[in-house]
């Protein structure tokens, strides 16, 4: 069955990406001890979906325009799916799919480009709060890195009520700590604050 996963890194206190929309703050931790192993995780994924702000900092901050070849280095054939409200360039080669409107919209393609694999919501925050509103979001697998940010974006933009979120597992990755929360659903849709 095709789960919804928002596979993602936090600082401690909570952000995914600075002030700047940035995330060379999690780069720059010394992973010489060892860091989380996504490639399993990627495995499992028939489509990821992200934001725009997302997506624009992997386009910049990997020149993904000027060279494309990183694209499939990165994601190879891996079906993308950008939520967006404007027009954006894609690298030639990409399998990329631009969708405006809501989540809720769109889940049925999604679920058809996963096939009987998994759905990796990459983010941001806010993307991942629009699956748990529409009562999609199976799963939350975060890496806290020893890093406190000032500000930034936050890793999940809604209040969740206790009972919402399954602790199922914890893993130490060299300087990491990955969390696994089920989500539990209750019909009852979180709340923005």
């Not at 509103?133 to 890496?143: F, W």
């Amino acid at each position: 069955m095709t789960e919804f996963i928002y596979y993602t890194s936090s600082s401690l206190n909570g952000h995914i990406a600075d002030a700047h929309n940035s995330l060379e703050w999690l780069f720059a931790v010394d992973a010489s001890e060892g860091s989380p192993d996504t490639a399993a995780f990627i495995e499992s994924v028939g489509v990821q979906v992200m934001g725009s702000t997302t997506y624009e900092w992997l386009l910049r901050s990997e020149g993904l325009l000027e060279v494309p070849q990183k694209w499939q280095r990165f994601f190879g054939s891996l079906n993308t799916c950008v939520l967006t409200s404007r027009a954006l360039p894609a690298p030639e080669g990409a399998n990329i799919t631009f969708l405006s409107g809501s989540v809720q919209d769109h889940i049925a393609h999604i679920e058809t480009l996963a096939g009987d694999r998994n759905v990796w919501v990459v983010g941001g925050g806010d993307v991942a709060a629009q699956f748990l509103d529409a009562g999609r979001l199976n799963r939350i697998e975060v890496t806290f890195a020893p890093v406190a940010l000032a500000g930034g974006a936050p890793l999940l933009p809604r209040f969740v009520p206790a009972g919402r979120l399954k602790l199922e597992a914890v893993h130490k990755e060299g300087p990491f700590a990955r969390l696994s929360y089920r989500v539990v659903s209750t019909g009852i849709p979180p709340s923005v604050g």
